[in-house]
Structure formats: C-alpha cells, structure tokens
C-alpha cells in the first residue's frame, strides 16, 4: 500500500507517529497550518510557526524517508481578531517561495462570524493573487452547514478562483454536494467521535464516485489517529474496493490535486 | 458487516436517554436536539445520516456579529441563546 497524508499537523506529533505512517506507505505528508491549542499573542508568534513549517518539519520528516509539505494561513479559530490576522496575512508573502509551500491553508470559518469572514476573504484574495492552491476548513459540528455555505458563496464570488483548485474539507454527509457540485475538491477528515469514520467515508465514496475526493487523519494535538487512512484503505478493501480504486483514493487523488502546483513530488518519482 | 456495532452503539445511546432521565434538571436543547434528530432514523428514504446532521445544524446564513468562544457543541442553540 502506497499513500500521500494530505493533512495532518506533524509539529504536534512524535516520531513515532512519522516511523509508524511511513512503515505503513506514506510516500508525502502535507501540513496546513492551524490554531495551536491556544490563541498566539502576536504576528511574531505565527512567524515562527512559518519557520517551524517550513525549515524544522521538513527536516524531521526527512528522517523517516516522508516529503513534507505544507500550506500557510491565519487560521479560522485565530481570525477573530482581525487586526492580528491582517498582520499574520501580510507575512505570508515573504514565505510563499519557500520550496515545500503548496498553497493557502487552512483557511476557512469557526463560528461564522463576520470578521472570520473578512480574514477568509482576504486569503482568498492572497491565494488568487499569488497563484496558489488553496485548503479550506469547514467548521465543526452545527456550524457546519452553514460555514460551508458561506465559504461556497465566498469562493464562488472571486472570479479568478478556479474550483479544481480548491478542496474544501472535512466534508460530511450534509456538505459533501456542495463542495462537489460547485467544482471543488471534497475532503473527509477521518476521526474517532467528530467528523467522519471510516465507514463513513466508504458510503460517501459508494453514493458520490472517486473523483476529486481524498481522506485524510488531520491528526494533531487532540484525539486523532494518523493512520486513520491506510485503517480507511483497509474499510475500502473489507467492502469489496479493488486495488486500484483504493490507490487512487489515498495515492493518486491527492497527487492529483497538489501537483498543481509544481513544487509537489512524491519520493522516488 | 457492522451490525454488531451499530446495536452496540443503539444500546449506548438508549442508556444515555435513561441516565438523561434519572437526572435531575431539565433536558438543556442539545438533548431535545438529539431527540428531534433522533426522529429522522425512522422510515424509508435512505440519507438518514444527511438528514439528522441537518437536524442538528445552524439553519440560519447570517454571519454572526462576534463569536461567543470557539468551540462548537454539537446542537444548534436557536435563536434564543
């Protein structure tokens, strides 16, 4: 089994986790950036966060034969404070250049308000402006539906923004038509309690088809499992998926996707 | 395949309700909430996941004016809270 974890927040995690994800056949890990458990108290605090994602992660990862990549942003939880996220946003230029930065991410909503929406606004604006990809976060729980309806309509409004290049994430059975029917990647997001299971995930793969959808473990700080997709390949294979149809979920479909932008490989390609 | 654990999991959530019920206090809205969404398992249709976490969403599309916190707790409060 060979797979690429498109999201998952390593600088909370072990090396054990890195030897246990590559010995199960991750061939890339992809880190977006997020909120820390707590609210940082100064654009100086997300600098450093860039650094650590862009000069330490990658070396870690090296040592267990993994690529790592990552995306850049204020983050939703942290966007409230939309001075701060102004200021966070103005730095991210100076890191775009970086040779494991593939995008914009992850950006998105938390509890729908309006300065979370300015803040995701104005990365929409970074992203188009730039040329990235970009990686949205939907909101948790009840505040689901409607942040990704809003996210929708802000995506939907800048023009220059072209959905193939967008995935919106942690998808659920309530969101997942308006992610794919609007032309943008889909995302499910494979957790214990939150979110979605793997079985989950394989009825959502049997009712919408493989195409421009990927899972992920976007594990962190909090109860998350980081081998929550090869576990995810083996549902696949237990409901009767074939090999290929499995390769392309958790190999090809995020290749696809983040090879969009030319700084994406794979190890041994 | 799963029946074994989604009977587990009915079985949990049964003896949830009960011990809701032997507690003392009212239900607060997320126990309502899951009663209601509850109600969407019955019948025929297909979409039962879809349709309880609809159930259990924000129907409004206003953005808020300010986040009160930053967690989510599963149910939407309504208009009220």
Request: one cysteine or more; hydrophobic letters at 40%.
């Amino acid at each position: 089994m060979r797979y690429i974890e498109p999201h998952a927040h390593m600088v909370s995690r072990t090396t054990d986790d890195y030897a246990a994800m590559a010995a199960a056949g991750c061939q890339a890990v992809c880190e977006p950036a997020f909120w820390a458990g707590f609210d940082r108290s100064s654009a100086a605090g997300f600098y450093d966060y860039f650094r650590q994602l862009t000069e330490f992660e990658p070396k870690r990862a090296a040592k267990f034969g993994l690529t790592h990549y990552c995306w850049l942003c204020v983050n939703p939880k942290e966007s409230e404070d939309l001075k701060l996220a102004i200021e966070v946003i103005d730095l991210i230029p100076r890191f775009l250049d970086r040779p494991n930065v593939i995008g914009i991410g992850e950006i998105g909503l938390n509890k729908n308000t309006r300065n979370e929406l300015k803040a995701l606004e104005a990365q929409i604006d970074l992203a188009a402006r730039h040329k990235q990809l970009i990686l949205v976060h939907t909101p948790h729980l009840e505040d689901k539906l409607k942040g990704t309806k809003l996210i929708v309509d802000a995506l939907k409004s800048d023009s220059r923004i072209e959905p193939g290049r967008v995935i919106i994430d942690h998808v659920e059975e309530h969101t997942i038509e308006l992610a794919l029917n609007a032309g943008f990647w889909a995302g499910m997001t494979l957790y214990p309690e939150s979110k979605c299971t793997a079985a989950r995930a394989v009825d959502m793969i049997d009712l919408y088809g493989a195409e421009r959808l990927w899972m992920n473990s976007a594990c962190d700080w909090g109860v998350s499992v980081p081998l929550a997709v090869p576990r995810a390949a083996l549902e696949m294979r237990a409901r009767g998926h074939g090999r290929a149809a499995i390769d392309k979920l958790i190999y090809g479909n995020p290749r696809e996707f983040m090879s969009q932008c030319p700084k994406f490989g794979v190890n041994h390609e | 395949m799963y029946f074994m654990e989604a009977r587990a999991k009915l079985i949990d959530l049964a003896a949830f309700l009960d011990r809701v019920e032997r507690a003392a206090g009212e239900d607060d809205f997320r126990v309502a909430a899951l009663r209601r969404a509850l109600g969407e398992l019955s019948g025929n249709g297909g979409q039962r996941a879809r349709r309880a976490l609809l159930s259990l969403s924000d129907p409004t599309s206003e953005p808020l004016a300010a986040a009160q916190g930053k967690s989510a707790c599963g149910a939407w409060a309504g208009q009220g809270r």
